[in-house]
């Protein structure tokens, strides 16, 4: 069990790794440093063999430069902060 963030490099070398073993249809690891988006970017190429496409590659890329650029941590607590302000309305509203 990890106590600290891997480093990037640390994260790139998971990554790869990581992507090595989805695209042979094996199991991902747990404690790769990966966040839930790139993970199940991941996750689907792995359920995709033998048919692993180049857009499953790609996305799967696209997910992983999200984790490293922020914009993965960014959406998801945007989509946090939408649920909170619609949790507060509805009990507002029914007070």
Do not use: K
């Not at 991941?42 to 590659?57: D, E, K």
């Not at 939408?82 to 507002?92: L, P, V, Y």
């Amino acid at each position: 069990m990890r106590f600290e963030h891997p480093s990037e490099p640390e994260l790139r070398a998971n990554f790869e790794a990581e992507l090595r073993s989805a695209l042979a249809g094996e199991g991902l690891h747990s404690d790769t440093g990966l966040d839930d988006e790139t993970s199940t970017a991941l996750r689907s190429l792995a359920a995709a063999f033998p048919n692993v496409t180049q857009q499953l590659v790609d996305a799967a890329r696209a997910a992983f430069a999200g984790q490293l650029d922020g914009s993965n941590a960014r959406a998801a607590d945007e989509l946090l902060d939408r649920m909170i302000a619609e949790h507060n309305r509805r009990h507002s509203a029914s007070e």
